[in-house]
Structures are given as C-alpha cells and as structure tokens.
C-alpha cells in the first residue's frame, strides 16, 4: 500500500467494481457454477472490501483488523515481520514463499489465544496453496482444502457470524 497509495483511490474502487461485474456477468454466463470464477470472484470482493477499509481506517489498522490482531505489540516479533510481509501484494510466483511464511505464522500461533488470527492465516494458506505454481497441483488443491477446513472450524456461524457468511 505504501509503495501504490493509487490503490486507495476511487478510481482504483471503481475498476474494482467493474473487473467484478464483468466477472460475475462471466459466470452468470456458466450453464454451471464455474468455482474458478467465483474464487476470483471472492478474491477480488475481499480486496476491495481491504482497500475500502484502508480508506476508512487507514492502512496499518486495516490490516491488524484483517490478522485480527490487536496490535503488533501483542505479538511475537517474528509473527510480526511475517504479518507483514503477507499484507503485502503478490503475484503468482511469491505463493511459494507465502505458503512457508503462513505455516511459519500457523506454528508461531496459538489456536486458542487468537483463533481469528489462526484462521485468516489457514485461510491464506489454502489461498497460496490453490495458486502455488510449484508441486502438484492436485494435492496443493487437497491440502488447501483441508486449510480452509481448519479455518471453517474456527469461523462458526456462532462464533463468527460475519466472517462465517462472507462467501
């Protein structure tokens, strides 16, 4: 954010917008549900709702609120750094590095102290696996899914009712 504060822009939001309605026109399209495109789908809603929230809150509060950490100080140093290095962009080929750095954060976590911590960190996970160019595709497929399982056991419908409901 730092590096492209044009990203927080409206003009940013609005391509945003438009990149979502030619998605969702694309899979409107489909005889069936394609999960490629809803994946993207869900992708992009979450970056823009991120960047409407850096514009909100400002960035570093956005990104705490998204972790759900309630402050660096908080946290081990290592967690950390490793935070935030993953709230920053990154393409296809960073998925391996993000991959270590989530089960590095996932090992530094304790489930039961930040539990929404641990599971946006299985939620990204599953995110860098699925996108991971780098081993077999159909077993980073498998373990993302059990990551997004994981996290699922954390984000209940009880417990986290606004995280639960977000496709």
């Known amino acids: 954010m730092e590096q492209h504060p044009e990203l927080l822009s409206d003009e940013a939001d609005a391509r945003l917008g438009q990149l979502l309605d030619a998605a969702r026109a694309v899979g409107a399209q489909q005889a069936a549900p394609d999960d490629e495109i809803q994946r993207h789908i869900r992708i992009l809603e979450e970056h823009r709702a991120l960047l409407r929230r850096c514009r909100e809150v400002g960035v570093e509060q956005a990104f705490a609120e998204k972790v759900g950490a309630?402050?660096?100080?908080?946290?081990?140093?290592e967690l950390g750094a490793i935070l935030q290095e993953l709230a920053r962009p990154a393409g296809i080929l960073d998925m391996p590095r993000r991959v270590e750095l989530c089960r590095?954060?996932?090992?530094?976590?304790?489930?039961t102290k930040l539990p929404e911590l641990w599971a946006v960190l299985q939620g990204e996970l599953g995110n860098s696996l699925v996108q991971n160019p780098l081993g077999n595709r159909a077993e980073n497929i498998e373990q993302a899914i059990g990551h997004y399982r994981a996290a699922l056991e954390v984000r209940t419908r009880e417990a986290?009712?606004?995280?639960?409901?977000?496709p």
């Not at 590095?104 to 489930?111: C, S």
């Open 70 to 77: 309630q402050g660096r100080a908080s946290l081990p140093p």
């Open 104 to 111: 590095r954060g996932l090992a530094l976590t304790d489930r």
């Open 160 to 166: 986290m009712p606004v995280e639960w409901a977000r």
